[in-house]
Protein backbone atom coordinates (compact mmCIF):
# COMPACT_ATOMS: atom_id res chain seq x y z
CA UNK A 1 0.00 0.00 0.00
CA UNK A 2 1.67 3.42 -0.70
CA UNK A 3 -1.01 6.44 0.50
CA UNK A 4 -0.12 9.94 0.11
CA UNK A 5 -2.75 10.66 2.69
CA UNK A 6 -2.57 8.68 5.72
CA UNK A 7 -4.88 9.42 8.54
CA UNK A 8 -3.03 8.95 11.96
CA UNK A 9 -5.45 6.65 13.64
CA UNK A 10 -3.31 6.29 16.42
CA UNK A 11 -5.86 7.23 18.96
CA UNK A 12 -8.00 4.71 17.42
CA UNK A 13 -7.17 1.16 18.98
CA UNK A 14 -8.92 -1.82 18.98
CA UNK A 15 -8.39 -5.71 19.69
CA UNK A 16 -8.19 -7.49 16.27
CA UNK A 17 -9.35 -10.61 17.93
CA UNK A 18 -9.42 -11.85 21.45
CA UNK A 19 -7.29 -15.05 22.39
CA UNK A 20 -10.47 -17.58 22.13
CA UNK A 21 -11.29 -16.43 18.78
CA UNK A 22 -7.68 -16.75 17.76
CA UNK A 23 -7.39 -19.89 19.39
CA UNK A 24 -10.38 -21.16 17.21
CA UNK A 25 -9.67 -19.85 13.91
CA UNK A 26 -5.90 -21.35 13.99
CA UNK A 27 -7.98 -24.97 14.47
CA UNK A 28 -8.32 -24.99 10.58
CA UNK A 29 -6.68 -24.20 7.51
CA UNK A 30 -8.53 -22.06 4.88
CA UNK A 31 -8.19 -24.19 1.09
CA UNK A 32 -10.38 -21.87 -0.60
CA UNK A 33 -12.93 -19.03 -0.54
CA UNK A 34 -16.04 -18.34 -2.95
CA UNK A 35 -17.20 -14.82 -2.55
CA UNK A 36 -20.63 -14.41 -4.08
CA UNK A 37 -21.29 -10.59 -3.85
CA UNK A 38 -24.25 -8.06 -5.21
CA UNK A 39 -22.57 -5.17 -4.90
CA UNK A 40 -23.55 -1.58 -6.76
CA UNK A 41 -21.19 1.76 -7.42
CA UNK A 42 -23.12 3.65 -5.42
CA UNK A 43 -23.31 2.63 -2.15
CA UNK A 44 -21.29 -0.09 -0.07
CA UNK A 45 -25.17 -1.22 0.46
CA UNK A 46 -24.55 -5.33 0.17
CA UNK A 47 -27.06 -7.33 -1.53
CA UNK A 48 -28.11 -10.34 -0.52
CA UNK A 49 -24.75 -12.51 -1.00
CA UNK A 50 -22.96 -15.89 0.19
CA UNK A 51 -19.11 -17.02 0.96
CA UNK A 52 -18.34 -20.81 0.67
CA UNK A 53 -15.20 -21.61 2.91
CA UNK A 54 -13.61 -25.07 1.93
CA UNK A 55 -10.99 -25.67 5.30
CA UNK A 56 -9.46 -28.33 6.89
CA UNK A 57 -9.58 -29.11 9.93
CA UNK A 58 -6.06 -28.77 11.87
CA UNK A 59 -7.00 -29.43 15.53
CA UNK A 60 -7.95 -33.11 16.86
CA UNK A 61 -11.28 -31.92 16.24
CA UNK A 62 -13.37 -28.39 15.29
CA UNK A 63 -16.01 -28.21 18.27
CA UNK A 64 -17.07 -24.51 17.12
CA UNK A 65 -16.35 -23.23 13.51
CA UNK A 66 -15.44 -19.51 13.90
CA UNK A 67 -15.58 -16.58 11.04
CA UNK A 68 -15.05 -13.09 11.28
CA UNK A 69 -18.15 -10.84 10.24
CA UNK A 70 -18.44 -7.21 10.98
CA UNK A 71 -21.49 -6.85 13.73
CA UNK A 72 -23.20 -4.33 11.58
CA UNK A 73 -23.43 -7.06 8.84
CA UNK A 74 -26.95 -9.90 9.13
CA UNK A 75 -26.37 -13.42 8.96
CA UNK A 76 -29.28 -15.32 7.25
CA UNK A 77 -28.29 -18.54 7.28
CA UNK A 78 -25.45 -20.75 7.78
CA UNK A 79 -25.43 -24.06 5.75
CA UNK A 80 -21.90 -26.45 6.71
CA UNK A 81 -21.69 -29.66 5.23
CA UNK A 82 -24.74 -29.32 3.36
CA UNK A 83 -27.12 -29.00 6.37
CA UNK A 84 -28.50 -25.00 7.55
CA UNK A 85 -26.49 -24.81 11.27
CA UNK A 86 -27.62 -22.54 13.64
CA UNK A 87 -24.83 -19.88 15.02
CA UNK A 88 -24.35 -17.39 17.17
CA UNK A 89 -23.39 -13.70 16.71
CA UNK A 90 -20.36 -12.37 19.09
CA UNK A 91 -18.74 -9.21 18.34
CA UNK A 92 -17.37 -9.54 15.15
CA UNK A 93 -17.55 -13.31 15.02
CA UNK A 94 -19.89 -15.68 13.74
CA UNK A 95 -19.64 -18.91 15.87
CA UNK A 96 -21.08 -22.19 14.39
CA UNK A 97 -20.86 -25.60 17.04
CA UNK A 98 -20.39 -28.30 15.10
CA UNK A 99 -22.21 -31.48 16.15
CA UNK A 100 -20.58 -34.03 15.36
CA UNK A 101 -17.25 -32.54 15.62
CA UNK A 102 -14.95 -33.05 12.28
CA UNK A 103 -11.68 -34.64 13.24
CA UNK A 104 -8.29 -33.39 12.30
CA UNK A 105 -7.43 -33.76 8.50
CA UNK A 106 -11.53 -33.54 7.74
CA UNK A 107 -12.60 -31.03 4.77
CA UNK A 108 -15.34 -29.02 5.50
CA UNK A 109 -17.23 -26.80 3.37
CA UNK A 110 -18.89 -24.00 5.21
CA UNK A 111 -21.19 -21.66 2.88
CA UNK A 112 -22.36 -17.66 5.19
CA UNK A 113 -25.44 -15.52 3.32
CA UNK A 114 -25.48 -12.24 4.51
CA UNK A 115 -26.21 -8.92 3.33
CA UNK A 116 -26.26 -5.43 5.06
CA UNK A 117 -24.74 -2.42 5.87
CA UNK A 118 -20.88 -2.38 6.48
CA UNK A 119 -19.73 -0.38 8.87
CA UNK A 120 -17.93 3.25 7.19
CA UNK A 121 -16.01 5.92 9.16
CA UNK A 122 -12.49 5.79 10.09
CA UNK A 123 -11.58 2.71 11.83
CA UNK A 124 -9.43 -0.34 10.94
CA UNK A 125 -12.45 -2.39 10.39
CA UNK A 126 -13.56 -0.71 8.00
CA UNK A 127 -12.42 -2.26 4.47
CA UNK A 128 -15.30 -1.04 1.95
CA UNK A 129 -15.94 2.44 0.77
CA UNK A 130 -17.96 4.51 -1.44
CA UNK A 131 -17.26 7.73 -3.11
CA UNK A 132 -17.60 9.70 -6.06
CA UNK A 133 -13.97 10.73 -7.53
CA UNK A 134 -13.55 14.16 -7.07
CA UNK A 135 -11.35 14.69 -10.34
CA UNK A 136 -13.21 12.55 -12.66
CA UNK A 137 -16.88 12.52 -11.29
CA UNK A 138 -17.45 8.81 -11.70
CA UNK A 139 -18.89 6.89 -8.89
CA UNK A 140 -17.01 4.01 -7.29
CA UNK A 141 -17.47 1.08 -4.51
CA UNK A 142 -14.22 -0.32 -3.68
CA UNK A 143 -12.55 -2.64 -1.16
CA UNK A 144 -9.13 -2.29 0.48
CA UNK A 145 -8.90 -4.46 3.66
CA UNK A 146 -5.61 -4.05 4.26
CA UNK A 147 -5.20 -4.97 7.77
CA UNK A 148 -8.14 -6.23 9.46
CA UNK A 149 -11.22 -4.47 7.43
CA UNK A 150 -12.22 -7.75 5.13
CA UNK A 151 -14.17 -9.03 8.08
CA UNK A 152 -16.47 -5.33 7.47
CA UNK A 153 -17.17 -6.94 3.92
CA UNK A 154 -16.96 -10.44 3.85
CA UNK A 155 -17.13 -13.69 6.13
CA UNK A 156 -13.41 -14.46 6.28
CA UNK A 157 -10.63 -15.01 8.90
CA UNK A 158 -7.85 -12.44 9.44
CA UNK A 159 -5.22 -14.30 10.05
CA UNK A 160 -1.91 -14.00 7.67
CA UNK A 161 0.11 -17.04 7.48
CA UNK A 162 -3.14 -19.05 6.54
CA UNK A 163 -3.56 -18.15 2.87
CA UNK A 164 -6.21 -19.95 0.59
CA UNK A 165 -5.14 -21.71 -1.84
CA UNK A 166 -7.34 -20.25 -4.64
CA UNK A 167 -10.19 -18.02 -4.46
CA UNK A 168 -13.05 -17.27 -6.84
CA UNK A 169 -14.82 -13.47 -6.69
CA UNK A 170 -18.28 -13.49 -8.52
CA UNK A 171 -19.81 -10.23 -8.69
CA UNK A 172 -23.18 -9.39 -9.15
CA UNK A 173 -23.37 -5.17 -10.16
CA UNK A 174 -25.73 -2.95 -12.01
CA UNK A 175 -25.82 -3.29 -15.83
CA UNK A 176 -23.51 -0.70 -17.34
CA UNK A 177 -20.81 -1.36 -14.54
CA UNK A 178 -18.00 -3.32 -14.50
CA UNK A 179 -16.21 -5.30 -11.58
CA UNK A 180 -13.05 -5.61 -11.22
CA UNK A 181 -11.04 -8.63 -9.18
CA UNK A 182 -8.36 -10.96 -8.22
CA UNK A 183 -7.41 -13.92 -10.94
CA UNK A 184 -8.56 -14.55 -14.46
CA UNK A 185 -12.16 -13.18 -15.56
CA UNK A 186 -13.75 -16.37 -16.93
CA UNK A 187 -16.98 -14.82 -17.91
CA UNK A 188 -19.83 -12.35 -17.89
CA UNK A 189 -23.54 -13.77 -17.55
CA UNK A 190 -26.57 -10.96 -18.09
CA UNK A 191 -28.84 -11.90 -15.43
CA UNK A 192 -32.46 -9.99 -15.42
CA UNK A 193 -31.45 -5.71 -14.40
CA UNK A 194 -27.92 -7.32 -13.79
CA UNK A 195 -24.48 -8.47 -14.66
CA UNK A 196 -22.35 -10.96 -13.01
CA UNK A 197 -18.52 -11.16 -13.22
CA UNK A 198 -16.69 -14.19 -12.65
CA UNK A 199 -13.43 -14.06 -11.52
CA UNK A 200 -11.28 -17.36 -10.14
CA UNK A 201 -7.44 -17.21 -8.85
CA UNK A 202 -6.02 -20.53 -8.30
CA UNK A 203 -2.73 -19.30 -6.64
CA UNK A 204 -2.22 -19.37 -2.92
CA UNK A 205 -3.63 -15.70 -1.34
CA UNK A 206 -3.75 -14.02 1.91
CA UNK A 207 -7.58 -12.38 3.07
CA UNK A 208 -6.33 -8.91 3.01
CA UNK A 209 -5.03 -9.29 -0.52
CA UNK A 210 -9.01 -10.33 -2.02
CA UNK A 211 -10.69 -7.10 -3.01
CA UNK A 212 -13.25 -5.69 -5.85
CA UNK A 213 -14.14 -2.79 -7.19
CA UNK A 214 -17.34 -1.63 -8.86
CA UNK A 215 -17.21 1.89 -11.55
CA UNK A 216 -18.66 2.12 -14.61
CA UNK A 217 -15.03 1.25 -16.39
CA UNK A 218 -13.49 0.77 -20.19
CA UNK A 219 -11.28 -2.38 -19.94
CA UNK A 220 -8.14 -0.89 -21.26
CA UNK A 221 -5.68 -4.56 -22.03
CA UNK A 222 -2.50 -5.14 -23.29
CA UNK A 223 0.23 -7.88 -23.50
CA UNK A 224 3.41 -7.99 -22.06
CA UNK A 225 6.31 -10.67 -22.94
CA UNK A 226 8.72 -11.50 -20.05
CA UNK A 227 12.32 -13.27 -21.01
CA UNK A 228 11.44 -17.00 -19.85
CA UNK A 229 8.19 -17.12 -19.50
CA UNK A 230 6.15 -19.52 -21.99
CA UNK A 231 3.05 -16.82 -22.20
CA UNK A 232 2.72 -12.93 -22.63
CA UNK A 233 1.35 -11.50 -19.41
CA UNK A 234 -1.75 -9.76 -19.41
CA UNK A 235 -2.00 -6.60 -17.98
CA UNK A 236 -6.05 -5.48 -17.94
CA UNK A 237 -6.82 -2.06 -16.25
CA UNK A 238 -10.41 -1.00 -15.39
CA UNK A 239 -10.30 2.66 -16.01
CA UNK A 240 -12.89 5.05 -15.44
CA UNK A 241 -15.19 5.44 -18.64
CA UNK A 242 -14.80 9.04 -18.78
CA UNK A 243 -13.53 10.55 -22.26
CA UNK A 244 -10.49 11.84 -20.46
CA UNK A 245 -9.03 9.19 -17.65
CA UNK A 246 -7.51 6.67 -20.18
CA UNK A 247 -5.87 9.51 -22.25
CA UNK A 248 -5.04 11.06 -18.80
CA UNK A 249 -3.29 7.95 -17.65
CA UNK A 250 -2.58 5.94 -20.66
CA UNK A 251 1.66 6.57 -21.26
CA UNK A 252 2.16 5.80 -16.91
CA UNK A 253 -0.45 2.26 -17.43
CA UNK A 254 1.69 1.64 -20.36
CA UNK A 255 5.00 1.65 -18.47
CA UNK A 256 3.40 -1.00 -16.52
CA UNK A 257 5.27 -3.44 -19.21
CA UNK A 258 8.92 -2.03 -19.00
CA UNK A 259 8.25 -2.20 -14.93
CA UNK A 260 6.95 -5.75 -15.40
CA UNK A 261 10.39 -6.63 -17.55
CA UNK A 262 12.42 -4.71 -14.50
CA UNK A 263 11.08 -6.55 -11.61
CA UNK A 264 10.84 -9.99 -13.61
CA UNK A 265 14.57 -9.74 -14.28
CA UNK A 266 15.79 -8.66 -11.07
CA UNK A 267 13.15 -10.70 -8.46
CA UNK A 268 12.03 -13.86 -10.97
CA UNK A 269 9.51 -13.73 -13.42
CA UNK A 270 6.36 -12.25 -12.10
CA UNK A 271 4.93 -14.83 -10.05
CA UNK A 272 0.91 -14.85 -11.01
CA UNK A 273 1.96 -14.94 -14.53
CA UNK A 274 -0.95 -17.51 -15.38
CA UNK A 275 -3.14 -14.91 -14.91
CA UNK A 276 -2.56 -11.40 -15.38
CA UNK A 277 -1.30 -8.12 -13.43
CA UNK A 278 -4.04 -5.34 -13.68
CA UNK A 279 -5.19 -2.21 -12.06
CA UNK A 280 -8.74 -1.04 -11.05
CA UNK A 281 -8.98 2.36 -10.38
CA UNK A 282 -10.56 4.26 -7.18
CA UNK A 283 -11.01 7.36 -6.15
CA UNK A 284 -8.05 7.01 -2.81
CA UNK A 285 -4.88 8.86 -2.65
CA UNK A 286 -2.83 6.15 -3.32
CA UNK A 287 -2.45 2.52 -4.24
CA UNK A 288 -3.21 -1.14 -3.09
CA UNK A 289 -1.38 -4.33 -4.15
CA UNK A 290 -4.92 -6.19 -4.57
CA UNK A 291 -3.56 -9.75 -5.67
CA UNK A 292 -3.30 -9.52 -9.96
CA UNK A 293 -5.48 -6.14 -9.56
CA UNK A 294 -4.09 -3.75 -7.92
CA UNK A 295 -6.32 -0.44 -6.70
CA UNK A 296 -4.65 2.92 -7.69
CA UNK A 297 -6.31 6.33 -7.77
CA UNK A 298 -3.98 7.34 -10.03
CA UNK A 299 -0.82 6.54 -11.49
CA UNK A 300 2.75 8.17 -11.49
CA UNK A 301 6.03 6.20 -12.25
CA UNK A 302 6.60 5.33 -8.50
CA UNK A 303 3.21 4.65 -7.41
CA UNK A 304 2.74 1.96 -9.99
CA UNK A 305 6.11 0.85 -9.60
CA UNK A 306 5.62 0.08 -5.78
CA UNK A 307 2.16 -1.48 -6.37
CA UNK A 308 3.64 -3.66 -8.86
CA UNK A 309 6.40 -4.85 -6.31
CA UNK A 310 4.61 -5.92 -4.15
CA UNK A 311 3.00 -8.39 -5.97
CA UNK A 312 6.63 -10.25 -5.46
CA UNK A 313 6.99 -9.12 -1.78
CA UNK A 314 3.64 -8.67 -0.13
CA UNK A 315 1.65 -10.94 -2.01
CA UNK A 316 3.88 -13.38 -3.58
CA UNK A 317 5.77 -13.67 0.00
CA UNK A 318 3.07 -12.28 2.48
CA UNK A 319 4.39 -11.07 6.01
CA UNK A 320 3.75 -13.45 8.36
CA UNK A 321 2.89 -10.59 11.07
CA UNK A 322 2.02 -7.05 10.87
CA UNK A 323 5.37 -6.63 13.02
CA UNK A 324 7.44 -7.89 9.96
CA UNK A 325 5.63 -5.38 7.83
CA UNK A 326 9.28 -4.69 6.17
CA UNK A 327 8.79 -7.24 4.41
CA UNK A 328 6.27 -6.06 2.38
CA UNK A 329 6.61 -2.22 2.41
CA UNK A 330 10.41 -1.76 3.04
CA UNK A 331 10.67 -3.92 -0.43
CA UNK A 332 7.85 -2.64 -2.02
CA UNK A 333 9.38 0.97 -1.58
CA UNK A 334 12.87 0.13 -2.28
CA UNK A 335 11.51 -0.96 -5.26
CA UNK A 336 10.58 2.27 -6.01
CA UNK A 337 14.50 3.14 -6.53
CA UNK A 338 15.52 0.12 -8.22
CA UNK A 339 12.45 0.82 -10.70
CA UNK A 340 14.46 4.54 -10.76
CA UNK A 341 17.33 3.29 -11.51
CA UNK A 342 16.81 0.87 -14.14
CA UNK A 343 14.50 3.62 -16.21
CA UNK A 344 14.70 7.08 -14.93
CA UNK A 345 17.28 9.30 -14.82
CA UNK A 346 20.61 8.71 -12.32
CA UNK A 347 19.17 12.06 -10.81
CA UNK A 348 15.62 10.82 -10.06
CA UNK A 349 16.86 8.06 -8.48
CA UNK A 350 19.56 10.49 -6.48
CA UNK A 351 16.94 12.32 -5.16
CA UNK A 352 14.49 9.46 -4.43
CA UNK A 353 17.40 8.34 -2.50
CA UNK A 354 18.34 11.91 -0.74
CA UNK A 355 14.44 12.47 0.16
CA UNK A 356 13.87 9.03 1.79
CA UNK A 357 17.01 9.69 3.54
CA UNK A 358 16.03 12.76 4.54
CA UNK A 359 12.78 11.71 5.91
CA UNK A 360 14.19 8.95 8.01
CA UNK A 361 16.31 11.46 9.76
CA UNK A 362 13.64 14.39 10.13
CA UNK A 363 13.45 12.27 13.58
CA UNK A 364 15.25 10.68 15.94
CA UNK A 365 14.12 7.57 16.74
CA UNK A 366 11.68 4.95 15.96
CA UNK A 367 12.50 1.24 15.13
CA UNK A 368 11.58 -0.23 11.59
CA UNK A 369 9.94 -3.59 13.56
CA UNK A 370 6.60 -2.82 14.67
CA UNK A 371 5.88 -3.15 18.10
CA UNK A 372 2.49 -2.33 18.69
CA UNK A 373 0.44 -4.71 15.73
CA UNK A 374 -2.89 -2.86 16.99
CA UNK A 375 -2.15 0.24 15.82
CA UNK A 376 -2.43 0.70 11.83
CA UNK A 377 -0.56 4.71 12.04
CA UNK A 378 2.95 2.73 13.31
CA UNK A 379 1.84 -0.58 11.22
CA UNK A 380 1.80 1.90 8.06
CA UNK A 381 4.10 4.63 9.30
CA UNK A 382 5.45 6.24 6.07
CA UNK A 383 8.68 7.79 7.73
CA UNK A 384 9.85 4.12 9.51
CA UNK A 385 7.87 1.27 7.70
CA UNK A 386 8.94 2.52 4.25
CA UNK A 387 11.51 5.18 4.10
CA UNK A 388 13.50 3.42 6.88
CA UNK A 389 12.28 0.20 5.48
CA UNK A 390 13.64 0.98 1.73
CA UNK A 391 16.77 2.10 3.22
CA UNK A 392 17.79 -0.96 5.15
CA UNK A 393 17.65 -2.71 2.05
CA UNK A 394 20.14 -0.18 0.70
CA UNK A 395 22.52 -0.56 3.33
CA UNK A 396 21.90 -4.39 2.52
CA UNK A 397 23.41 -3.80 -0.89
CA UNK A 398 25.96 -1.45 0.16
CA UNK A 399 27.61 -3.86 2.59
CA UNK A 400 27.70 -6.23 0.12
CA UNK A 401 29.10 -4.67 -2.23
CA UNK A 402 27.94 -7.05 -4.65
CA UNK A 403 24.80 -6.24 -6.99
CA UNK A 404 24.13 -9.27 -8.51
CA UNK A 405 24.89 -11.16 -4.81
CA UNK A 406 22.54 -8.47 -3.91
CA UNK A 407 19.36 -9.90 -6.00
CA UNK A 408 20.23 -13.46 -6.06
CA UNK A 409 19.57 -13.28 -1.90
CA UNK A 410 16.28 -11.66 -2.57
CA UNK A 411 15.39 -13.74 -5.69
CA UNK A 412 16.27 -16.93 -3.33
CA UNK A 413 14.17 -15.53 -0.47
CA UNK A 414 11.09 -15.27 -3.18
CA UNK A 415 11.76 -19.29 -3.81
CA UNK A 416 11.69 -20.39 -0.85
CA UNK A 417 9.31 -18.66 0.84
CA UNK A 418 6.71 -17.80 -2.60
CA UNK A 419 3.17 -18.82 -2.26
CA UNK A 420 3.19 -18.54 1.59
CA UNK A 421 4.53 -16.14 4.44
CA UNK A 422 7.57 -15.31 6.03
CA UNK A 423 9.23 -13.88 9.40
CA UNK A 424 11.89 -11.43 9.50
CA UNK A 425 14.36 -14.20 10.62
CA UNK A 426 13.13 -16.11 7.17
CA UNK A 427 14.94 -13.07 5.44
CA UNK A 428 17.83 -13.18 7.87
CA UNK A 429 18.75 -17.18 7.21
CA UNK A 430 18.48 -16.28 3.51
CA UNK A 431 20.92 -13.58 3.72
CA UNK A 432 23.19 -15.32 6.45
CA UNK A 433 23.44 -18.38 4.12
CA UNK A 434 24.31 -16.64 1.21
CA UNK A 435 26.98 -14.55 2.78
CA UNK A 436 28.03 -17.18 5.21
CA UNK A 437 28.24 -14.26 8.07
CA UNK A 438 25.97 -13.73 10.75
CA UNK A 439 23.92 -10.05 10.41
CA UNK A 440 22.61 -9.91 13.88
CA UNK A 441 24.51 -6.66 14.62
CA UNK A 442 22.95 -5.39 11.75
CA UNK A 443 19.18 -6.26 12.31
CA UNK A 444 19.98 -4.98 16.15
CA UNK A 445 20.83 -1.97 15.55
CA UNK A 446 18.66 -1.34 12.24
CA UNK A 447 16.10 -3.43 12.73
CA UNK A 448 14.93 -3.45 15.73
CA UNK A 449 17.57 -0.57 16.98
CA UNK A 450 16.40 3.18 16.72
CA UNK A 451 18.08 6.13 15.21
CA UNK A 452 21.27 6.36 13.29
CA UNK A 453 24.34 7.15 13.91
CA UNK A 454 25.86 11.33 14.06
CA UNK A 455 29.15 11.66 12.90
CA UNK A 456 31.88 14.04 13.53
CA UNK A 457 35.10 13.30 11.28
CA UNK A 458 38.66 14.92 11.35
CA UNK A 459 41.02 14.12 8.56
CA UNK A 460 44.92 15.35 7.83
CA UNK A 461 47.24 14.68 4.69
CA UNK A 462 50.93 14.81 5.18
CA UNK A 463 53.92 12.98 3.65
CA UNK A 464 51.33 10.44 1.64
CA UNK A 465 49.66 9.37 4.48
CA UNK A 466 45.69 10.15 4.96
CA UNK A 467 44.36 10.58 8.87
CA UNK A 468 41.20 9.97 9.26
CA UNK A 469 39.86 10.36 12.82
CA UNK A 470 35.91 9.33 13.15
CA UNK A 471 33.80 9.73 15.91
CA UNK A 472 30.13 8.60 16.08
CA UNK A 473 26.82 9.09 18.32
CA UNK A 474 23.62 7.34 18.27
CA UNK A 475 20.88 9.66 17.39
CA UNK A 476 18.90 7.35 20.13
CA UNK A 477 21.54 6.42 21.77
CA UNK A 478 19.62 4.68 24.35
CA UNK A 479 18.91 2.08 21.89
CA UNK A 480 22.18 2.16 19.98
CA UNK A 481 25.01 4.21 21.61
CA UNK A 482 26.71 3.45 18.17
CA UNK A 483 26.60 1.84 15.05
CA UNK A 484 28.61 -1.10 13.19
CA UNK A 485 28.91 -0.16 9.72
CA UNK A 486 31.19 0.14 6.67
CA UNK A 487 31.28 3.89 5.69
CA UNK A 488 32.56 5.39 2.47
CA UNK A 489 34.96 7.97 2.33
CA UNK A 490 35.58 9.68 -1.25
CA UNK A 491 38.99 11.67 -1.63
CA UNK A 492 39.65 14.64 -3.72
CA UNK A 493 43.36 14.38 -4.67
CA UNK A 494 45.77 16.71 -6.25
CA UNK A 495 47.45 15.74 -9.76
CA UNK A 496 45.34 12.57 -9.27
CA UNK A 497 41.27 11.85 -9.79
CA UNK A 498 39.30 11.03 -7.09
CA UNK A 499 39.18 7.93 -5.03
CA UNK A 500 36.81 6.05 -2.37
CA UNK A 501 37.64 4.48 0.59
CA UNK A 502 35.48 1.80 2.54
CA UNK A 503 36.37 2.47 6.34
CA UNK A 504 34.42 0.11 8.56
CA UNK A 505 33.52 1.66 11.93
CA UNK A 506 33.29 -0.96 15.01
CA UNK A 507 33.78 1.56 17.79
CA UNK A 508 32.44 4.89 18.50
CA UNK A 509 36.18 6.40 18.14
CA UNK A 510 38.52 5.52 15.71
CA UNK A 511 41.48 7.08 13.49
CA UNK A 512 42.18 5.30 10.54
CA UNK A 513 45.37 5.71 8.49
CA UNK A 514 46.02 5.00 4.36
CA UNK A 515 49.38 5.20 2.83
CA UNK A 516 49.83 5.63 -0.89
CA UNK A 517 46.88 7.56 -1.42
CA UNK A 518 48.59 11.09 -2.38
CA UNK A 519 48.02 13.86 -1.46
CA UNK A 520 44.47 14.64 -0.48
CA UNK A 521 42.78 17.92 -0.69
CA UNK A 522 39.40 17.27 0.56
CA UNK A 523 37.18 14.31 1.61
CA UNK A 524 33.16 13.86 1.29
CA UNK A 525 31.80 11.32 3.63
CA UNK A 526 29.18 8.70 2.44
CA UNK A 527 28.54 11.07 -0.71
CA UNK A 528 26.53 8.87 -2.60
CA UNK A 529 23.94 8.77 0.73
CA UNK A 530 24.52 4.60 1.09
CA UNK A 531 23.52 4.72 4.43
CA UNK A 532 21.47 6.46 7.03
CA UNK A 533 23.62 9.07 9.18
CA UNK A 534 23.95 12.51 9.96
CA UNK A 535 27.01 14.01 9.65
CA UNK A 536 27.47 17.04 11.83
CA UNK A 537 31.17 18.07 10.86
CA UNK A 538 33.94 17.17 8.86
CA UNK A 539 37.14 19.38 9.08
CA UNK A 540 40.54 19.02 7.92
CA UNK A 541 42.79 18.45 11.40
CA UNK A 542 46.33 19.40 10.84
CA UNK A 543 47.55 18.03 13.96
CA UNK A 544 46.08 14.93 13.33
CA UNK A 545 48.59 11.63 13.12
CA UNK A 546 51.42 13.54 14.29
CA UNK A 547 50.91 11.37 17.85
CA UNK A 548 49.53 8.20 16.30
CA UNK A 549 52.50 8.48 13.76
CA UNK A 550 55.20 6.24 16.04
CA UNK A 551 52.48 3.09 15.27
CA UNK A 552 52.08 4.20 11.83
CA UNK A 553 55.63 3.81 10.95
CA UNK A 554 56.33 0.52 12.63
CA UNK A 555 53.21 -1.27 10.02
CA UNK A 556 54.94 -1.50 6.51
CA UNK A 557 54.58 -4.19 3.86
CA UNK A 558 57.36 -4.96 1.96
CA UNK A 559 58.04 -5.01 -1.70
CA UNK A 560 54.32 -3.09 -2.30
CA UNK A 561 54.03 -3.07 -5.14
CA UNK A 562 53.96 -6.45 -5.07
CA UNK A 563 53.97 -9.27 -7.97
CA UNK A 564 51.45 -12.58 -7.13
CA UNK A 565 53.90 -15.61 -6.38
CA UNK A 566 56.40 -13.14 -4.92
CA UNK A 567 57.03 -13.29 -0.80
CA UNK A 568 55.36 -10.57 0.74
CA UNK A 569 57.52 -9.16 4.09
CA UNK A 570 54.89 -7.55 6.63
CA UNK A 571 55.53 -5.71 9.87
CA UNK A 572 53.13 -4.69 12.49
CA UNK A 573 53.38 -2.25 15.49
CA UNK A 574 53.07 -4.92 18.19
CA UNK A 575 51.10 -8.31 17.64
CA UNK A 576 47.13 -7.65 16.45
CA UNK A 577 45.50 -9.52 13.40
CA UNK A 578 45.67 -8.79 9.96
CA UNK A 579 42.51 -8.11 7.24
CA UNK A 580 42.73 -7.96 3.69
CA UNK A 581 40.02 -6.47 1.57
CA UNK A 582 39.51 -5.25 -1.42
CA UNK A 583 38.43 -1.46 -2.15
CA UNK A 584 34.82 -3.32 -2.74
CA UNK A 585 35.14 -4.05 0.65
CA UNK A 586 35.12 -7.75 0.08
CA UNK A 587 37.17 -9.80 3.03
CA UNK A 588 40.00 -12.22 1.46
CA UNK A 589 42.20 -12.90 4.35
CA UNK A 590 42.18 -12.67 8.16
CA UNK A 591 44.46 -14.24 10.70
CA UNK A 592 46.37 -12.70 13.58
CA UNK A 593 49.79 -11.54 13.43
CA UNK A 594 52.98 -11.20 15.76
CA UNK A 595 55.26 -8.87 14.81
CA UNK A 596 56.98 -9.66 11.50
CA UNK A 597 55.52 -12.06 8.81
CA UNK A 598 55.96 -13.28 5.46
CA UNK A 599 53.49 -14.42 3.18
CA UNK A 600 54.05 -16.06 -0.27
CA UNK A 601 50.98 -13.77 -2.32
CA UNK A 602 47.82 -15.20 -3.76
CA UNK A 603 45.78 -12.69 -4.44
CA UNK A 604 44.70 -11.85 -8.11
CA UNK A 605 46.03 -8.51 -9.54
CA UNK A 606 44.17 -5.26 -8.41
CA UNK A 607 44.50 -2.87 -4.66
CA UNK A 608 43.99 -4.02 -1.35
CA UNK A 609 43.71 -2.99 2.00
CA UNK A 610 45.86 -4.21 4.11
CA UNK A 611 44.47 -3.21 7.68
CA UNK A 612 46.44 -3.98 11.13
CA UNK A 613 44.18 -3.72 14.25
CA UNK A 614 45.71 -3.35 17.34
CA UNK A 615 44.45 -6.17 20.41
CA UNK A 616 42.30 -4.29 22.23
CA UNK A 617 40.96 -2.72 18.71
CA UNK A 618 41.92 0.57 19.39
CA UNK A 619 43.93 1.10 16.98
CA UNK A 620 44.17 0.31 13.73
CA UNK A 621 46.16 1.35 10.22
CA UNK A 622 45.96 0.61 6.78
CA UNK A 623 48.01 0.50 4.26
CA UNK A 624 47.25 -0.08 0.17
CA UNK A 625 48.64 -3.03 -1.41
CA UNK A 626 48.92 -2.99 -5.27
CA UNK A 627 49.54 -6.01 -7.14
CA UNK A 628 49.99 -5.02 -10.84
ZN1 LIG B 1 3.02 -0.64 -0.15
Known amino acids: MRSLLWLGLGALMWAQQDPATRALLNKYDVKFWWLNIQATNTSTQLGPSWVLTRLEVTAPELDTLVFELHSSLTVDSVIVQGTQRSFIRRGHTIRIPLSPRPTQGTLVEARVHYRGVPPSGQSSLVGIFNRQSPTWGNQVTWTLSQPFGALSW ?312 LWLSVSQTGSWS ?26 YLTQPFQTFSFSGVGTVSGIQVDPAYWILRRIDSVQRD ?24 EQLFIQVPTEGRITVYDLQGRLFYEAPISSTESWVVSLTPGVYQVIWTAPQGNQLHRRLLVLP
Open 154 to 465: WPTKQILADKADSVWTFLTVPLGTRAGAVGVLEGIDTLSGQVRFRWKSRYPIAYYLVAFSVAEYVDYSFYVTIPGLPAPIRVQNYIYNNPQTLPTFKAEIDTTAALLRVFSQRYGPYPFWREKYGHMMAPFSGGMEHQTMTTQGFFTFTLTAHELAHQWFGDWVTCGSWQDIWLNEGFASYSEFVALQALGTPAAAQSWLVSTHDAVISEPNGSVWVNDTLNDARIFSSRLTYDKGAYLLHMIRFRLANDSLFFAILRNYLSLFGGGAAWLRDFRSVLEAATGESWADFFAQWYYGEGFPIFTVRWNSQGGV
Open 542 to 565: VSLGIKEGEAEHAFFLSPNPVKKG
Open 478 to 503: SSVPFFITPLEVRLQRQGASDTSLRI
